[in-house]
């Protein structure tokens, strides 16, 4: 069985022992590239949701999400220019625009929106994730790990908007053969 007071001792020796005089390996590298390319794609989605939204609680949200995305990109840039790992290349911003100038065809729905930002955060919870398991060196472990923390803390919030205005896509129920009928 894990003894999880020795877990922790051994955890804050490893980091009280840094190993930042390694070199990074490929995956941690490759790590760091791939979370740097999905943040800055979110910004550019996020900033068009913001531009789309009717919503004032949904925009809120938005404008939560650009802040810890615009905080985990200065952390991660100044880690990878400190590291010297090639930055991904990143899209232009979007210009500021007000929602009723945009056509109603080319306009996402406040559902969409939602969703896609729920998409894409939970594909940047996995991939910190991810990393954070295969690194070697405790500090990048550690930047993934915080990484992982803030954006699942962030999601909650948004689940809860989602909930609160039946935006939630939720699979049918799964009941197997010969199991009895939920109760409705």
Known sequence: MINVWETVMDTMKSMMN???DQPLHVGE??????????????KVSVQAGINTTTDDELKVILEEDMKLGTSQRKRLHDFMIKEGIPLPSSPEDM????SNSIPLGAKLTD???ANELSLKIASL???AASA???SIRTDVGL???????????????????MR???WIKVPPFYLPPGSPEPLS
Do not use: N, T
Not at 34 to 40: H, P, Q
Not at 143 to 161: D, G, P, T
């Open 132 to 134: 954070s398991s295969e």
């Open 29 to 42: 590298v490759m790590a760091c590239w791939i979370y740097m390319a999905g943040l800055e794609i979110a």
């Open 164 to 166: 609160k205005r039946g």
């Open 125 to 127: 919870i996995l991939q």
């Open 111 to 113: 559902d969409v929106i």
């Open 143 to 161: 930047l993934f790990v915080q990484f992982q923390a803030e954006k699942s803390a962030y999601a909650i919030r948004l689940k809860h908007l």
């Open 95 to 98: 210009p500021m625009s007000k």
């Open 18 to 20: 840094q190993d930042k």
